[in-house]
């Protein structure tokens, strides 16, 4: 077992790996920006080493610091929760150079999946159904005005390095295409330094699903079911839930095939996440594989009894998968409500400042991921999601009656927040007859 895990993040997911890690008797570094002096997971871990300024590329992101945060406190792992360095290929890479363990998959592995046009070729040659589209990139206009003609339109422009909703264009005409195609090149080059775009048909009114993964070193896959992420605004998710309301028996049982099929034609170690969209007549297709730990996790964890931080400490160890595919039963429901440091009634606007009090809900079948506390700041620099919500149930309907009456109890006092928003959306007729789909914050609530 990992001896001293160092843990390249913030928040609500560096203060979960703590956690894991202690259970496991693993000692944990916290690393942290001047911003984040006070931060919850500064004062959970064993030690805390500052790496930088309050901006992210001067801390979160700066890979140079952090490896010698790392080398300092000796730790022999990284781990690196979501977002800032999680995907990123040469922050692996590094990683090996100075024989720290990555926890994650192969720097090889998240580089050609970060590539949302290599992906899908990769896909293609396993047989995984995949949004009709361009077979790789398309390097102008002439060429994305063939392939959108031969997929036909609608049409999604995406950037090949794309994720968390940016890069992004639905066309919907050839004239169009042109002004968009420049346009999203331009964004894709600003945001990824990559504009290598693609071409996909816009798959209308469909449901995000997504398959966990797990694969350990020695070429074992299995999946622990699916998570509904279709609440969504602007391509940013809102809440999930596991299982999904519209998946059968038989559905479940070829997406999780297609789930590990993916998995194994990358060769896949550690934690993942494959991404389908559902079309109204279920038939299902591959979007991306996401090289890290989810957010939404937690849902997973609560219907399939799997801790699923440990299982990645436990895989970069060196240890065998402890459960066969036969192992995983789902029960029960769960669901996640994000919450976020902003106001719902003024576009979403973020909200950071002190918090002066704080009160979180409890009782059975609920669970609070967050790193705030009495007093806390919540500074501009990072995201503003603050806590997620997990409540459990024994079907759908408990599940949200549960979260109902958990929304009630959350009280944030100084920040505005979105613990309204997600109670409107827990009381909205079609969530509850679970008859909806990615646009079901626009047409209900038209945000």
Same mark, same amino acid.
């Given at each position: ?22 259970? @496991?008797?693993?000692? &944990? ?12 997971? &500064? ?28 080398? #300092? ?35 090889? &592995? ?43 339109? /609608? ?68 999946? #622990? ?17 596991? /299982? ?6 038989? @559905? ?35 979007? *991306? ?14 219907? &399939? ?15 065998? @998968? ?12 769960? %669901? ?41 700041? %919540? ?53 509850? *007859? ?14």
């Amino acid at each position: 077992m990992l001896k001293k895990v160092l843990i390249a993040n913030r928040g609500e997911i560096a203060v979960r790996i703590i956690r894991a890690c202690r259970e @496991l008797n693993i000692k &944990t570094v916290a690393v942290y920006s001047e911003v984040d002096r006070g931060a919850l997971h &500064t004062k959970l871990a064993d030690e805390a080493i500052c790496i930088g300024a309050g901006p992210a590329k001067d801390s979160y992101l700066n890979i140079e610091n952090i490896i010698s945060a790392a080398k #300092l406190s000796e730790a022999d792992a990284i781990h690196p929760g979501y977002g800032f360095l999680s995907e990123n290929g040469e922050f692996a890479s590094v990683c090996k150079d100075y024989n720290i363990e990555f926890i994650g998959p192969e720097a090889a &592995t998240i580089d050609c999946l970060g590539n949302k046009s290599k992906a899908r070729e990769i896909m293609i040659k396993a047989g995984v159904p995949i949004i009709p589209g361009s077979k790789g990139a398309v390097l102008d206009e002439e060429e994305a005005l063939k392939e959108a003609e031969i997929v036909g339109y /609608p049409v999604m422009v995406k950037a090949s390095a794309g994720g968390g909703g940016r890069g992004i264009r639905i066309v919907k005409s050839k004239e169009e295409l042109i002004s968009v195609f420049k346009t999203a090149k331009t964004e894709a080059k600003n945001a990824f330094g990559d504009d290598t775009m693609y071409i996909e048909k816009f798959i209308e009114n469909p449901r995000h699903i997504e398959f966990q993964i797990l694969g350990d070193s020695y070429g074992n896959i299995i999946h #622990l079911g699916e998570r509904d992420c279709s609440i969504q605004r602007r391509h940013q998710k809102v809440l999930e839930e596991a /299982p999904s309301a519209i998946i059968s028996k038989d @559905l479940r049982e070829k997406m999780g095939e297609a789930a590990i099929k993916a998995g194994k034609a990358v060769n896949y170690k550690n934690a993942g996440t494959i991404e389908f969209l559902v079309d109204k007549y279920g038939d299902f297709y591959f979007m *991306e594989i996401n090289t890290r730990i989810q957010v939404e996790h937690p849902v997973t964890e609560a219907v &399939t009894g799997i801790d699923i931080v440990k299982e990645q400490l436990k895989i970069a160890s060196g240890e065998t @998968l402890s459960f066969s595919q036969e192992d995983i039963k789902v029960k029960g429901h769960a %669901i996640e409500c994000r919450i976020n440091a902003e106001d719902s009634r003024n576009g979403f606007r973020p909200s950071p400042g002190k918090i002066n009090f704080v009160h979180f809900p409890g009782g059975s079948g609920v669970r609070i991921d967050s790193a705030i506390y009495n007093e806390c700041t %919540i500074p501009p620099t990072y995201d503003s999601m603050i806590a997620k919500l997990i409540v459990y149930g024994k079907d759908r309907y408990e599940a949200i009656c549960k979260m109902r009456r958990a929304l009630s109890e959350f009280i944030i006092d100084g920040v505005n927040t979105n613990i309204d928003f997600q109670f409107e959306i827990l009381n909205n007729k079609a969530f509850n *007859e679970g008859v909806f789909d990615t646009s079901f914050i626009e047409k209900e609530f038209g945000l």
